[in-house]
Structures are given as structure tokens and as C-alpha cells.
């Protein structure tokens, strides 16, 4: 009795130590969470703006924060397995070898020969680890790259050859996990090997120098061999888990060390010269960073609100109107990247910014680009000559009406620095020569007024073996020093404006076939709204509003499905896996169990030699059924890890295909970091960490009936006390589960926001820069990550608790069975007595672990959970037109009749267009004018059929057929359209103009003379195939609206669609 005691107070003393050590673990690994989390912010903040297209994108860091800080954070709370389990090893090595004497010398030689096995097999795993994170970077990076550039996708019709670009590489991906996954169960294989190899080898020696088998001594063996299984079990998990850290610490490194600040803008070799600036700066970027906050906040940035000098901001920037006409006033939120924003709203709110900062330096890179010019002439008016009076302006445009607002005028040409006169009618001749080199009289005039002038063209800087870039990143350009205190920069006064206009050198050789191209008759060029009107039948209504959100929100709230997690979602992963496939992991973890407990009972079979054999005959039958064990084991970890893969890979496969199906509302009313964040780290939980968590539960749920099974038949009174024992277990099980649950609900929820401000910050880094706002986003994301611990350390609490509580019941159930055995011991034979022990040790031991591990697969379901409710959403339809609808070549004429056209963006808002009516005649060029937000982009949206629901009335007929019956992709493919925000993936040059493949080199190269950018890429080896970048950042916002003309040349389908197509470009283009 004395004994059952100290069995049940080690129990619980083990328990105690345990727990305590698995807490501070997890405290760790969080703080370790945060830190480095903390550490790719700051340094994302402060590399090289340079070399930061090259060493990081969305994808890549998105894997940073969240895959690979999560392979450290497994790693701080798990290694501790790999290195103790050698002492552990070496201790009950020691026990054996006292309990067998000589006897267990060649078990424990066996098990030390052996342990080099799943160190190498776990090299494997980081090898295959390191290979299968490539393609998940391309992958992340690619989706990150279609949400951006969603409409470009949907314009084009291009989401089938995008999501078969997406499965291959998700293919690749899959093909190494499922190598990863593998292996990691092979090396849990080995435990189903060694250690009953180990035993027989122990029971045969024991058996051939003895003559017989004692049952205390074979039965306290297989006691220790059931601790060093366990050993064997967590040993290898704790050298994967160091292996995957090692490779993403090496990842991480390889970011980290990145260098910060370069010395110059451009990157090239400073010859002579320098730019120092110790003031603030504001900054208005060509394309403008909006992000997800309110516009109030958007403009603010940081800064202290000021209501009256806020007011005055917002009507020199021409923002009044539109401020009025949303719901919230300026407390709408806007929407990732500004989505439920025009492109004049956008650089608007983003002058808003530069004029509110106290800054007296500012700086507008090309800001008027996507304005009308009533628009821009009130920004001139209010704004250059306004508010920014007394502050030093610096600002690059490429239109000539602001150039009055200038003291000084200066242009670049060929590396040049060329001061021009203030006159507007000379500067707006000047414009005009660049523009027509034919003009001999202008250009006679322009050269007398500079020689009498005396302007003297100043050299830039000399070019060597580069080019002067279009467009120069302004805050590039600075290059802060602490200890300077002047500002130096070569101005006539402290409160100047200096313009610079970047204008091309047409090559006159290159001729523009663009009008024989289209072949478009000489018909008169009609105007809608109010200007000069052809006699077609013109009725238009089309309201100035913009897209209004409820209570000014325009994204939605995160789903968060509460309480169990539903029988249709663990359904809907059998499925994605194949239900035969399941049933055949669940027929090997059976057959393996099986084995195992045939095994321990065989053992007491040839103890108490009831046949009466040789040594020989019950030696051969506990081979057999190791080699059984064995062999079920191996198969279970080949079909398990392909079942779980086949489940993966469908899921991700419907969510992509009903994220992109999706209407553009979803993507207005989701910010990308939320929908990546289940792209990337909801798929990492069901590719990697769904599996193993599942395959402990199954494999200690089934050792549990096993070990049951065997007790109950041995001794029946045992089913006594299992009915309270699992009643207590299943008690706080539910307990734990309907708050763990939540708890890791609301860890995915909170996890969004932290990868949407990564996302945001990669965006705006040169605004953030610029604003010196690298403090307060650094406290951004602090809080953001505290409001995430929160739910993480709660979690890992409760966990504790569970653990705590599952131990004290296993205890409880090791000294039952222990005093049941000494009070039966006149009535079980003592091989039958041993088998009971042990299998008594290993169920409480199984028991609460499987428990623990059903509550984390159900957690870990929780991403099922999420990744099914986007492969639910309602998409766009039809897919497809009905057969004989339309003709392959239609439309053939290109007429287009918009009969009493009324949309609205949701059917909750009003509408933006009302009941338009008129027609387009085949061959005519259309113009359609109107203010910023007032309606254009909508009527554009409604012939491509990206908002259509049913506050939507009307007809738009195409050649006579409704557009509602033809299928989006149908439809979408047969229009050409060139958009005001030009969008190019980061794929090839090919890939980017024809993702079809139905065009030959010959008519890309056509395409591209066409809009003159050939020339720029012929230089580089094989140019078609050359890489544009992430977002097209090897050419200027000019050049990929060129490329977006040179799409819309190659699909020779009319109409054609030119939303401000020319708003980046210079005026000679």
C-alpha cells in the first residue's frame, strides 16, 4: 500500500513540475514572438529602400511574421525534449540494465546505436522544410499581388490562368510538405521499431541465459521501455522543431542583416555634390498611400488635430464636397488601399496630408496627375498659393497650368538642369514644341526669350552607364544627418517653389501605327454630360456621390463563428480528403494499436509460458508481430500524410476559387491582411500543424482502447472505475474546450490586424519615412500585438489548467489500478499482473494526453473553420455564356446601348448612377467628363459587370445581346480596357500582356513599338521574359499605363475602355 501511495504523490509532483515548466516555456515563446516581430518592423522600417524590392515582398514577409516566427516560437517551448532526452535515455538505459543485469546490455546498446537515426532523418525534414518555404513565399507573394490588383484581374478576366498559375506553385509547395510531413512520421515509425526490437533482444537474452522469462523483471523492463518510447517519441519532435527554427532563423537573418539607410538617393556612385535636409519633410507620392483608417486619420497622420486649420485643409484640397457626401463625414473608414476611393479622392486626401503636417519642407511628386483641371485649378489657387505660402515647395509635375504658381521653373533632359522663364505663354509654347517638333516659330521664340533671359542650363550630374529616371522618389533624395543644422539645397530663397518637369525625347524613327491599328473612321468625337453632343439618343443622369458605407465603415467586421466547432466543417475536411482515404488511416491506426497490444500480451504469454514451448517459438512470434507493428506503422504514416495533403490542397484550392470569384465588394470590404493572413497562416495550420496534432489524438485515442480493452478483460472490476474517471476527464475537457475555442477564435481574429499593418508599412515606406513616423508605427504595432497576446497567454493558461487537472485524474487512476492488483494478487497470475500495470501506466498517460491533444485538434479546426467560410462566398455568375449565344469573334460591331441604367454598390446605399440611357454607334470615340467621384469609374464597372446586384435595373446591350446573359469571363475577355490605376503583376512581360498564350512573340514586340516601350527593354536578355516586378516597380506609373495600352492593343476587341489612360503619362506621349 505504501508503495501505491508514492506512485500516486510522483504522479503528481511530476505533474506540478511539468506544468510549471511548460508555462514558463510559453511565456518565453511569446516574448519571443514579440521581439521578433518587433525586429522585422523596425528593420523593414530603416532598410534600404533600394534594395527592398529585391529582399522583400508580401508574400516573403508575410511568411516571416507568421510561418517562420512561428517555427521559433514552436522550437523555445519544444527543444528542451531533444536535449533532455539524452539524459532521460542515458537514466532509464541505467534502470534496464540494473533490473536485467547483463540481459538488457544489448536492448540499450541497440537504442543508443539508433539514436543517430532521426537526427539525420531530421536534417531531412529542415531540407525539405527550406525547399517547401520558397514556393509558400511565391505563392503568399503572388496572392498578395492579385488582391492588389484585383481589378486589373476582373477587367481582364484573367482569374483562371491566374489561379492555374497559383496551383502549380501551390503543387510544388505541397510536394515537399507532403515529403516533410513523411518523414516526420517515419521517424515516429522508428519508436514502433526500436523499442520493441530493443525489448526482444532484452527478453531473448534474458530468456536463453536464465532458461525462462520472471514476470517482475520482464514486465519492470517493458515499464522503462514504455518511458523510453515516449522518450523516443518527443526526442525527435524536439530536433524537428530546432531544425525548422535553425532554417527560419537563417531566413529571418538573411532579412535582418539587410543594410539600413543608403548614403545616396539614386544608389549609383556620387561623383560630386550632396543633399542634406535636417527639417521635417512632408511628402505627396506619386501613386498616393492610403490606409486603412478614417480619412480624418488619414490626413492627420500623427499630427495633433487642429479643427479650424483642419477645415481650412480640407477646402484647399478640395475635399469639402466629397467629405459631405459620405455617411460619416471624414469618420468614414477607408478601405485597404483606399478601394471605395477614386484615384482623384486618393491624391486629394494624400495633398491633405502633406499640407496638415507642420513640415516646412514639402515635396509633391507629380500629385495633379489623376485630376480634372477644375480640380487643379483649385488646388493652385487654395493650395500653392494658399496654405503652403511660406513653406518651401518642391514639386515635379508634367502639367504645365501650375507652372505660374512657381518662382522658379526648371526642367530635366538627358541628366540636365535647364531654368526656364516664368512666362506662361513661353512656358506653354515650350510645352507645345516638346510636343511638336515642326514648330520652327514657337521654337525661335522659346530660344529668344532664354537668351535674353539668361538662364543658364546648370548640368545635373554626369550619367555613368545608367539612365535619369522619369519620375525620382523624392524621399529617396534625403539624406538626414543629426548633427547638421542647416538645410542645404540650392533654392533663391527659404519659402520658394521649384517645378520640375521630367519630358521624354520622342525617337523620331519610331512611328506610331496607332490609328491605322484601330482603323477607326473620321467620325465626330461626342461628349456625354452637358458638352457637345452627336444626334445619338442621349438621356444621362449620373450622380456625384461616392460610395457610401454605413456608419462610415467600410470594411466589414471579421466573422467569428462561436461555439462548437460545427459536424459540417470536420464533414467538409473528410470530404476535401476523401472519405475512403480517411477510412483507410483510421483501418492502419487500428491495425497498429492492435499490434501493439497483441505484443504486450504475447509478453505475457511467454512469461508464463502457457504452451510450453522453446525459447525459440515465442521469440518468433514477438518478432512477428513487431515486424506487423512495424509495417501497419509505416503504412499509416504514407496514407495519413497523403490524405492530409489531398485535404490541404482542396481546401486551399475551393478558398482561392471563392476568393476570386468573389464580387469586388468583398475586396472592398476586406482588407487584404485579413484575407492573406488566412492564405497564409489558417493554410500553414491545416498544411502542417493540423496533421500532427490530429495524428497524436488518433494515435492516443486508439491507445487508449487498446490499453482498456486489455485491462477490462484481464480484470473486470476495472470497468468500475473508468465510468467516473472518463466522466471527470470529458467534465474538463468541455470545460477547457468551450474557452480555448474562443480563445484561439479570437488569436486568428486579432492576428489580422497585424498582418494588415505589415502589409500597410511594405506600402508606405517612403511616406512613413518621409513623416518621420517610424515611432508611431512601431507603438501601432505594439499595441496590436499586446491586444494579441492577450488572447495568447489566456490560452496558453487554460491549457495549463486542463493539463494540471488531466494529471491529478491519472494519478488517481494509476493508484486504483495499483490497489486493485494487491488486492487481487492471490487471483492474477503475475505476467497478468504486470501487463495490467503497465497498460495502467501507459492509459493514464495516453488518456490525458489524447484529451489535451482532441481539445488543440478541434482549436487547430478552428482554421478549417475560416478557410471553409471563404470557399462558401457567393461568386460572380454565370461563369460561362450558354451555348450559341454568342459568336467566337463577338462583339463584332462594338455598339453599346446603356437603357435606363440604375446601380448602386450595395443594396443598402443609394445609387450612383440613375437611370442612364444613350448609345455608342460602332467605330465612335466616346468621351465621358465629369468632376472627381462623379460617377465615371461606376458606369465603366457596369459594362464589366463588377457590381451587379439587385439594386442594379436596367439593360447594357452589346451588339444587341444583354450583357447579363453573357458569362463574366465571356464578357470580360471580349472588352479591352486600359485603367487610370495601372497594375502590373510580378510575373513576366509576357505573362503580364497575354496570361492566355494566344499571341506569338512577333505580335507582343508589335504591340509594345506601338506605345514606344520597346525600345526600353530589347536591351535585356530575352525582354519578353523578363520580370516587371512586384507591381511594376521596373518601370515608372507612365510606363505600365503604356503597358496596360499595349494589352488592350492585343486583345482586338472593341469597345475599349480607357479610364484616364493618360494621366500618368507626359504630354508628348
Same mark, same amino acid.
Given at each position: 500500500?505504501?508503495?501505491?501511495?508514492?506512485?500516486?504523490?510522483?504522479?503528481?509532483?511530476?505533474?506540478?513540475?511539468?506544468?510549471?515548466?511548460?508555462?514558463?516555456?510559453?511565456?518565453?515563446?511569446?516574448?519571443?514572438?514579440?521581439?521578433?516581430?518587433?525586429?522585422?518592423?523596425?528593420?523593414?522600417?530603416?532598410?534600404?529602400?533600394?534594395?527592398?524590392?529585391?529582399?522583400?515582398?508580401?508574400?516573403?514577409?508575410?511568411?516571416?511574421?507568421?510561418?517562420?516566427?512561428?517555427?521559433?516560437?514552436?522550437?523555445?517551448?519544444?527543444?528542451?525534449?531533444?536535449?533532455?532526452?539524452?539524459?532521460?535515455?542515458?537514466?532509464?538505459?541505467?534502470?534496464?540494465?540494473?533490473?536485467?543485469?547483463?540481459?538488457?546490455?544489448?536492448?540499450?546498446?541497440?537504442?543508443?546505436?539508433?539514436?543517430?537515426?532521426?537526427?539525420?532523418?531530421?536534417?531531412?525534414?529542415?531540407?525539405?522544410?527550406?525547399?517547401?518555404?520558397?514556393?509558400?513565399?511565391?505563392?503568399?507573394?503572388?496572392?498578395?499581388?492579385?488582391?492588389?490588383?484585383?481589378?486589373?484581374?476582373?477587367?481582364?478576366?484573367?482569374?483562371?490562368?491566374?489561379?492555374?498559375?497559383?496551383?502549380?506553385?501551390?503543387?510544388?509547395?505541397?510536394?515537399?510538405?507532403?515529403?516533410?510531413? &513523411?518523414?516526420?512520421?517515419?521517424?515516429?515509425?522508428?519508436?514502433?521499431?526500436?523499442?520493441?526490437?530493443?525489448?526482444?533482444?532484452?527478453?531473448?537474452?534474458?530468456?536463453?541465459?536464465?532458461?525462462?522469462?520472471?514476470?517482475?523483471?520482464?514486465?519492470?523492463?517493458?515499464?522503462?521501455?514504455?518511458?523510453?518510447?515516449?522518450?523516443?517519441?518527443?526526442?525527435?519532435?524536439?530536433?524537428?522543431?530546432?531544425?525548422?527554427?535553425?532554417?527560419?532563423?537563417?531566413?529571418?537573418?538573411?532579412?535582418?542583416?539587410?543594410?539600413?539607410? &543608403?548614403?545616396?538617393?539614386?544608389?549609383?556612385?556620387?561623383?560630386?555634390?550632396?543633399?542634406?535636409?535636417?527639417?521635417?519633410?512632408?511628402?505627396?507620392?506619386?501613386?498616393?498611400?492610403?490606409?486603412?483608417?478614417?480619412?480624418?486619420?488619414?490626413?492627420?497622420?500623427?499630427?495633433?488635430?487642429?479643427?479650424?486649420?483642419?477645415?481650412?485643409?480640407?477646402?484647399?484640397?478640395?475635399?469639402?464636397?466629397?467629405?459631405?457626401?459620405?455617411?460619416?463625414?471624414?469618420?468614414?473608414?477607408?478601405?485597404?488601399?483606399?478601394?471605395?476611393?477614386?484615384?482623384?479622392?486618393?491624391?486629394?486626401?494624400?495633398?491633405?496630408?502633406?499640407?496638415?503636417?507642420?513640415?516646412?519642407?514639402?515635396?509633391?511628386?507629380?500629385?495633379?496627375?489623376?485630376?480634372?483641371?477644375?480640380?487643379?485649378?483649385?488646388?493652385?489657387?487654395?493650395?500653392?498659393?494658399?496654405?503652403?505660402?511660406?513653406?518651401?515647395?518642391?514639386?515635379?509635375?508634367?502639367?504645365?497650368?501650375?507652372?505660374? &504658381?512657381?518662382?522658379?521653373?526648371?526642367?530635366?533632359?538627358?541628366?540636365?538642369?535647364?531654368?526656364?522663364?516664368?512666362?506662361?505663354?513661353?512656358?506653354?509654347?515650350?510645352?507645345?514644341?516638346?510636343?511638336?517638333?515642326?514648330?520652327?516659330?514657337?521654337?525661335?521664340?522659346?530660344?529668344?526669350?532664354?537668351?535674353?533671359?539668361?538662364?543658364?542650363?546648370?548640368?545635373?550630374?554626369?550619367?555613368?552607364?545608367?539612365?535619369?529616371? +522619369?519620375?525620382?522618389?523624392?524621399?529617396?533624395?534625403?539624406?538626414?544627418?543629426?548633427?547638421?543644422?542647416?538645410?542645404?539645397?540650392?533654392?533663391?530663397?527659404?519659402?520658394?517653389?521649384?517645378?520640375?518637369?521630367?519630358?521624354?525625347?520622342?525617337?523620331?524613327?519610331?512611328?506610331?501605327?496607332?490609328?491605322?491599328?484601330?482603323?477607326?473612321?473620321?467620325?465626330?468625337?461626342?461628349?456625354?454630360?452637358?458638352?457637345?453632343?452627336?444626334?445619338?439618343?442621349?438621356?444621362?443622369?449620373?450622380?456625384?456621390?461616392?460610395?457610401?458605407?454605413?456608419?462610415?465603415?467600410?470594411? /466589414?467586421?471579421?466573422?467569428?463563428?462561436?461555439?462548437?466547432?460545427?459536424?459540417?466543417?470536420?464533414?467538409?475536411?473528410?470530404?476535401?480528403?476523401?472519405?475512403?482515404?480517411?477510412?483507410?488511416?483510421?483501418?492502419?491506426?487500428?491495425?497498429?494499436?492492435?499490434?501493439?497490444?497483441?505484443?504486450?500480451?504475447?509478453?505475457?504469454?511467454?512469461?508464463?509460458?502457457?504452451?510450453?514451448?522453446?525459447?525459440?517459438?515465442?521469440?518468433?512470434?514477438?518478432? &512477428?508481430?513487431?515486424?506487423?507493428?512495424?509495417?501497419?506503422?509505416?503504412?499509416?504514416?504514407?496514407?495519413?500524410?497523403?490524405? /492530409?495533403?489531398?485535404?490541404?490542397?482542396?481546401?486551399?484550392?475551393? $478558398?482561392?476559387?471563392?476568393?476570386?470569384?468573389?464580387?469586388?465588394?468583398?475586396?472592398?470590404?476586406?482588407?487584404?491582411?485579413?484575407?492573406?493572413?488566412?492564405?497564409?497562416?489558417?493554410?500553414?495550420?491545416?498544411?502542417?500543424?493540423?496533421?500532427?496534432?490530429?495524428?497524436?489524438?488518433?494515435?492516443?485515442?486508439?491507445?487508449?482502447?487498446?490499453?482498456?480493452? $486489455?485491462?477490462?478483460?484481464?480484470?473486470?472490476?476495472?470497468?468500475?472505475?473508468?465510468?467516473?474517471?472518463?466522466?471527470?476527464?470529458?467534465?474538463?475537457?468541455?470545460?477547457?474546450?468551450?474557452?480555448?475555442?474562443?480563445?484561439?477564435?479570437?488569436?486568428? +481574429?486579432?492576428?489580422?490586424? +497585424?498582418?494588415?499593418?505589415?502589409?500597410?508599412?511594405?506600402?508606405?515606406?517612403?511616406?512613413?519615412?518621409?513623416?518621420?513616423?517610424?515611432?508611431?508605427?512601431?507603438?501601432?504595432?505594439?499595441?496590436?500585438?499586446?491586444?494579441?497576446?492577450?488572447?495568447?497567454?489566456?490560452?496558453?493558461?487554460?491549457?495549463?489548467?486542463?493539463?494540471?487537472?488531466?494529471?491529478?485524474?491519472?494519478?488517481?487512476?494509476?493508484?486504483?489500478?495499483?490497489?486493485?492488483?494487491? $488486492?487481487?494478487?492471490?487471483?492474477?497470475?503475475?505476467?497478468?499482473?504486470?501487463?495490467?500495470?503497465?497498460?495502467?501506466?501507459?492509459?493514464?498517460?495516453?488518456?490525458?494526453?489524447?484529451?489535451?491533444?482532441?481539445?488543440?485538434?478541434?482549436?487547430?479546426?478552428?482554421?478549417?473553420?475560416?478557410?471553409?467560410?471563404?470557399?462558401?462566398?457567393?461568386?460572380?455568375?454565370?461563369?460561362?455564356?450558354?451555348?450559341?449565344?454568342?459568336?467566337?469573334?463577338?462583339?463584332?460591331?462594338?455598339?453599346?446601348?446603356?437603357?435606363?441604367? /440604375?446601380?448602386?454598390?450595395?443594396?443598402?446605399?443609394?445609387?450612383?448612377?440613375?437611370?442612364?440611357?444613350?448609345?455608342?454607334?460602332?467605330?465612335?470615340?466616346?468621351?465621358?467628363?465629369?468632376?472627381?467621384?462623379?460617377?465615371?469609374?461606376?458606369?465603366?464597372?457596369?459594362?464589366?459587370?463588377?457590381?451587379?446586384?439587385?439594386?442594379?435595373?436596367?439593360?447594357?446591350?452589346?451588339?444587341?445581346?444583354?450583357?447579363?446573359?453573357?458569362?463574366?469571363?465571356?464578357?470580360?475577355?471580349?472588352?479591352?480596357?486600359?485603367?487610370?490605376?495601372?497594375?502590373?503583376?510580378?510575373?513576366?512581360?509576357?505573362?503580364?500582356?497575354?496570361?492566355?498564350?494566344?499571341?506569338?512573340?512577333?505580335?507582343?514586340?508589335?504591340?509594345?513599338?506601338?506605345?514606344?516601350?520597346?525600345?526600353?527593354?530589347?536591351?535585356?536578355?530575352?525582354?519578353?521574359?523578363?520580370?516587371?516586378?512586384?507591381?511594376?516597380?521596373?518601370?515608372?506609373?507612365?510606363?505600365?499605363?503604356?503597358?496596360?495600352?499595349?494589352?488592350? +492593343?492585343?486583345?482586338?476587341?472593341?469597345?475599349?475602355?480607357?479610364?484616364?489612360?493618360?494621366?500618368?503619362?507626359?504630354?508628348?506621349?
Amino acid at each position: 500500500m505504501f508503495l501505491v501511495i508514492t506512485i500516486f504523490i510522483a504522479v503528481t509532483m511530476q505533474s506540478i513540475a511539468q506544468n510549471n515548466l511548460f508555462s514558463l516555456s510559453q511565456r518565453l515563446s511569446m516574448k519571443v514572438r514579440t521581439i521578433i516581430s518587433m525586429a522585422v518592423h523596425d528593420k523593414l522600417l530603416s532598410m534600404n529602400l533600394a534594395l527592398s524590392n529585391k529582399v522583400i515582398n508580401e508574400g516573403k514577409l508575410l511568411n516571416l511574421i507568421s510561418n517562420d516566427t512561428q517555427k521559433l516560437v514552436d522550437a523555445v517551448g519544444n527543444f528542451h525534449f531533444a536535449w533532455f532526452s539524452i539524459f532521460e535515455i542515458l537514466v532509464v538505459s541505467a534502470f534496464i540494465i540494473m533490473e536485467a543485469r547483463a540481459s538488457g546490455v544489448p536492448g540499450v546498446v541497440f537504442v543508443l546505436l539508433c539514436q543517430p537515426i532521426p537526427i539525420v532523418m531530421s536534417s531531412g525534414v529542415r531540407k525539405f522544410r527550406m525547399e517547401a518555404i520558397q514556393y509558400t513565399d511565391e505563392r503568399v507573394r503572388m496572392l498578395g499581388d492579385l488582391i492588389a490588383g484585383i481589378k486589373t484581374i476582373k477587367f481582364n478576366g484573367w482569374t483562371d490562368p491566374f489561379l492555374q498559375m497559383i496551383g502549380r506553385i501551390r503543387d510544388n509547395e505541397l510536394y515537399w510538405i507532403r515529403r516533410s510531413l &513523411c518523414m516526420k512520421f517515419l521517424i515516429l515509425v522508428l519508436k514502433d521499431g526500436i523499442v520493441p526490437i530493443a525489448s526482444m533482444l532484452i527478453f531473448c537474452t534474458s530468456a536463453k541465459i536464465h532458461g525462462h522469462l520472471s514476470a517482475s523483471m520482464s514486465f519492470s523492463v517493458l515499464a522503462l521501455l514504455g518511458i523510453l518510447s515516449r522518450v523516443l517519441n518527443f526526442a525527435p519532435t524536439g530536433i524537428q522543431y530546432a531544425g525548422e527554427a535553425l532554417a527560419a532563423a537563417e531566413r529571418l537573418q538573411c532579412f535582418l542583416r539587410v543594410s539600413n539607410y &543608403c548614403e545616396d538617393f539614386t544608389n549609383d556612385k556620387c561623383l560630386e555634390g550632396a543633399c542634406m535636409v535636417e527639417r521635417p519633410v512632408a511628402y505627396a507620392p506619386q501613386q498616393p498611400w492610403i490606409f486603412n483608417d478614417t480619412i480624418r486619420n488619414n490626413i492627420l497622420f500623427g499630427s495633433k488635430y487642429d479643427p479650424p486649420y483642419y477645415e481650412k485643409v480640407k477646402t484647399a484640397c478640395c475635399l469639402d464636397y466629397d467629405i459631405e457626401h459620405f455617411s460619416a463625414s471624414d469618420d468614414t473608414e477607408i478601405g485597404d488601399r483606399g478601394v471605395n476611393l477614386s484615384g482623384g479622392q486618393k491624391a486629394r486626401i494624400s495633398l491633405a496630408r502633406a499640407c496638415f503636417s507642420s513640415a516646412q519642407l514639402i515635396l509633391l511628386d507629380d500629385p495633379f496627375a489623376a485630376l480634372d483641371p477644375k480640380t487643379v485649378s483649385h488646388l493652385s489657387q487654395y493650395m500653392l498659393r494658399g496654405i503652403l505660402q511660406g513653406r518651401t515647395v518642391v514639386l515635379t509635375t508634367q502639367n504645365y497650368r501650375v507652372l505660374d &504658381c512657381c518662382d522658379k521653373v526648371f526642367m530635366m533632359d538627358g541628366g540636365t538642369l535647364q531654368q526656364l522663364p516664368r512666362n506662361n505663354q513661353v512656358l506653354k509654347l515650350f510645352w507645345n514644341v516638346k510636343s511638336d517638333n515642326d514648330k520652327e516659330e514657337d521654337r525661335e521664340i522659346i530660344d529668344f526669350a532664354l537668351k535674353h533671359e539668361n538662364f543658364p542650363n546648370q548640368s545635373l550630374t554626369t550619367v555613368v552607364d545608367s539612365q535619369i529616371s +522619369i519620375s525620382l522618389p523624392l524621399t529617396l533624395s534625403i539624406n538626414e544627418h543629426k548633427d547638421a543644422q542647416n538645410l542645404n539645397i540650392s533654392v533663391p530663397h527659404e519659402n520658394s517653389k521649384i517645378l520640375d518637369s521630367s519630358v521624354w525625347k520622342e525617337d523620331d524613327t519610331q512611328k506610331n501605327d496607332f490609328d491605322s491599328f484601330f482603323n477607326v473612321n473620321s467620325q465626330d468625337l461626342s461628349y456625354i454630360g452637358g458638352f457637345e453632343n452627336s444626334e445619338m439618343p442621349t438621356h444621362s443622369n449620373i450622380s456625384g456621390q461616392c460610395v457610401n458605407e454605413d456608419n462610415g465603415i467600410s470594411t /466589414t467586421k471579421e466573422d467569428r463563428i462561436e461555439g462548437l466547432v460545427a459536424w459540417k466543417t470536420l464533414k467538409r475536411y473528410f470530404k476535401a480528403g476523401r472519405y475512403s482515404n480517411f477510412l483507410l488511416v483510421f483501418g492502419t491506426f487500428i491495425c497498429t494499436q492492435a499490434a501493439r497490444v497483441i505484443l504486450t500480451y504475447w509478453l505475457a504469454v511467454w512469461v508464463d509460458n502457457v504452451f510450453h514451448f522453446q525459447l525459440g517459438f515465442y521469440a518468433g512470434i514477438y518478432a &512477428c508481430i513487431i515486424a506487423g507493428a512495424t509495417l501497419f506503422s509505416a503504412s499509416r504514416a504514407y496514407v495519413y500524410s497523403y490524405t /492530409t495533403c489531398v485535404a490541404a490542397n482542396t481546401l486551399h484550392r475551393e $478558398m482561392t476559387n471563392g476568393i476570386f470569384y468573389s464580387p469586388l465588394l468583398f475586396f472592398q470590404q476586406n482588407f487584404s491582411g485579413r484575407v492573406l493572413n488566412r492564405l497564409s497562416k489558417d493554410q500553414a495550420s491545416i498544411d502542417e500543424l493540423l496533421p500532427i496534432t490530429a495524428q497524436n489524438m488518433l494515435e492516443n485515442i486508439v491507445g487508449c482502447m487498446g490499453s482498456i480493452f $486489455m485491462i477490462t478483460a484481464l480484470v473486470p472490476w476495472f470497468l468500475l472505475t473508468l465510468p467516473p474517471f472518463i466522466s471527470v476527464l470529458f467534465f474538463f475537457q468541455r470545460r477547457y474546450t468551450a474557452v480555448s475555442r474562443e480563445l484561439k477564435r479570437l488569436d486568428g +481574429i486579432s492576428r489580422s490586424p +497585424i498582418s494588415a499593418h505589415f502589409l500597410e508599412a511594405l506600402q508606405g515606406l517612403t511616406s512613413i519615412r518621409a513623416y518621420k513616423m517610424e515611432e508611431n508605427m512601431n507603438k501601432r504595432l505594439a499595441n496590436l500585438l499586446d491586444r494579441n497576446n492577450s488572447a495568447v497567454i489566456l490560452f496558453q493558461h487554460v491549457s495549463r489548467w486542463l493539463s494540471f487537472r488531466l494529471d491529478l485524474a491519472a494519478a488517481f487512476c494509476v493508484t486504483v489500478t495499483a490497489f486493485l492488483v494487491v $488486492m487481487l494478487h492471490d487471483h492474477i497470475a503475475p505476467g497478468i499482473a504486470g501487463v495490467i500495470l503497465v497498460q495502467s501506466l501507459q492509459l493514464t498517460g495516453l488518456l490525458q494526453y489524447g484529451v489535451r491533444m482532441a481539445a488543440d485538434t478541434e482549436n487547430h479546426f478552428t482554421s478549417v473553420e475560416r478557410i471553409c467560410a471563404y470557399t462558401d462566398l457567393q461568386g460572380e455568375r454565370p461563369l460561362r455564356t450558354a451555348i450559341s449565344l454568342i459568336s467566337d469573334n463577338w462583339p463584332t460591331e462594338g455598339r453599346i446601348s446603356f437603357i435606363n441604367l /440604375t446601380m448602386a454598390y450595395r443594396e443598402d446605399l443609394p445609387p450612383v448612377l440613375n437611370e442612364v440611357s444613350f448609345e455608342v454607334r460602332p467605330k465612335e470615340k466616346i468621351g465621358l467628363m465629369g468632376r472627381t467621384g462623379s460617377g465615371k469609374s461606376s458606369l465603366v464597372l457596369a459594362l464589366f459587370r463588377l457590381v451587379d446586384n439587385r439594386a442594379c435595373n436596367g439593360s447594357i446591350l452589346i451588339d444587341g445581346i444583354d450583357i447579363k446573359d453573357v458569362g463574366i469571363n465571356d464578357l470580360r475577355q471580349r472588352l479591352s480596357i486600359v485603367p487610370q490605376d495601372p497594375i502590373l503583376f510580378n510575373q513576366t512581360i509576357r505573362m503580364n500582356l497575354d496570361p492566355f498564350e494566344r499571341h506569338t512573340d512577333t505580335e507582343l514586340v508589335e504591340a509594345l513599338k506601338a506605345v514606344q516601350l520597346f525600345n526600353k527593354i530589347r536591351k535585356w536578355d530575352k525582354p519578353l521574359d523578363a520580370v516587371a516586378g512586384g507591381d511594376g516597380i521596373e518601370f515608372s506609373v507612365g510606363e505600365r499605363q503604356l503597358l496596360c495600352l499595349a494589352r488592350a +492593343i492585343l486583345r482586338r476587341y472593341f469597345p475599349m475602355n480607357f479610364r484616364s489612360s493618360c494621366s500618368w503619362t507626359n504630354i508628348m506621349t
